[in-house]
């Protein structure tokens, strides 16, 4: 026998509330690795986006378009190297649940700025060739089951009708955190037929994706930009495709900094579900702790004993919660909407932070016991009545 | 014989609040190697204090106690634990054994903190149990075990390291007339054969009729054999 022995047999010493503990712990780890994960997800859009790109948008709001026509003015400006742009289409695939990303894009410039999304020569002249032709991320692809020649239906919403699309390209995501989830068709397409059926709308886009040569111009270049259509109908706001981002993300701001913080706090309080264990079965031992130290054992023995169960009980539960969560958070991911994240998976870092965690709630659970332990004296412990 | 123990003019006095309650007062007395001594007297007499002040799990609060050659009123908490380690075997009136060990793993114990190899731990585990006669019980756990087996388990972690001192609070005080007898049968055996110095707190006569020498206290003073 050993001492860890004695430590292992005192952690099992009260199955039902060690495995209680435990279970909870685990919970704590998964409700915390899930949180992070979300966070992680929702930010990861940002380290996404390329430190060429500019984005202009309508100066009011996001959701006013822009003329068709300011393309040709801001390609012309000094250091742009080209000019694509986008429009949000909406729209329903099937069920309403089928969450993805619609764009109307500009076909001849979309994949020379989005350069993320890789694409083989042939599908992307396919793509350019057929006028109601698609391209659909590897990931839509996948979930859907879609094969190049397959068609797509819309249902149109923002720009009602039935809208049909032949898939000509599958592109796939350069990095883990570039979106495989979005669907590309002709912005001539959709606005030729506004033409016929809503001559009003005709003629605009949402907005411009601009590639630089040089990313340290963005400010001077998105101030060019911004100056070529002062005091017009349409002025513009130009920013760097990170700051674009990060509106979207800072909207939905203080839902992830509530996330952030119940990640935390679940932690906190599974910290006081442990201690209050170590602190039971502390003080039922008062009278064995006694015992030891009459023997000869030291205060380091008692530490590492106290200790050693805290740590065996954060471990067990932290370890289990880990692998638990990749499960849990794939299980997540299938009961969201399909593409309402356009990836999810679990950080490293994450599960780093889950286990520090862990092991931090074991250390800290056991101070006060481990306080107590030591400062009673082995006279008092053997009067001690549990 | 030579003294083992010497106790000399030692008062130990308890704080409650601010009221300073006596406990001992003033208490001289010799232990000589190999004896067996008693310590009678009602209860709160200060007979347990003196009890651990010798064995080294409590401080006096005045004087001096020396142990086989060791002043140990002056040793650290630290030093105090290895003295105790290496010097003492103790024996409870309810036995304090480890209830998730069985009785070979509570033997074992105190030899956690020598530096004994595996086999050679065995070996003295064995060799108390098989004294103590419960060579057959050594994967029993205390509850499997009756209470004067328990005891028995208890004197075999007291003497596994060898210690010079046996000190023993109650040790028949919970069990019946026969685990009594059969326990105090084992403490005279260590006298008499091993040569242990024993120290015995007791509230029942039988059972200081095994000590060579008995000791009254009354009110935290000597009153005589």
Redesign the interface.
Known sequence: ???V??VL??S??HKLRTTLTIVGIMIAVIAFGLLRTVVTVWNSSVDAAAANRLITRQAVSFIFPLPYSYKEKIKAIDGIENVSFANWFGGVYKDKNNFFTRLAVDDETIFDVMKEFVISDQELADFKRERNSCVIGAEIAKQYNIKIGDQMVLDGDIYPGRWEFVVRGIYKPKNKNTDGTQMLFHWTYVDERLKVESPIRTGKVGWYIILINDPGRSAEISEKIDGLFKNSSAETKTETEKAFTQGFVSASGAIITAMNFMSFVIIGIIMLVLANTMIMAARERT??YA?????????FHIVGLILGESMVIALLGGGIGIALTYPIVGGFEQAVPKGFFPFFYVEPITLILAMSAALLIGVLASIFPIQRALKT???DG?RFVG | MASLISVQNVSKSYWRDKLEIPVLNNITIDVEEGEFLALMGPSGSGKTTLL?LI?G??KPSKGKIIVNGTDISNLG??AL??W???NVG?I?QFY?L????TA??NV???L??TKLSKSQRRKQVETALNLVGLGDRMDHYPKQLSGGQEQRVAIA?AIVTDPVLLVADEPTGDLDRTSAEEILTLMERLNKEFQKTIIMVTHDPHAAESAHKLQHLEKGDLVGA
């Open positions: 026998m050993n001492v022995k004695l047999k005192n099992l010493r009278r064995e015992v030891l130290k009459t023997l000869g054992f030291s205060a004296k082995i006279v053997f | 651990n064995a799990i409590d908490e630290s634990a290895k105790r380690a290496n103790f409870f304090n480890i209830p998730v060990l070979f793993e074992e114990l105190p956690l903190l972690r």
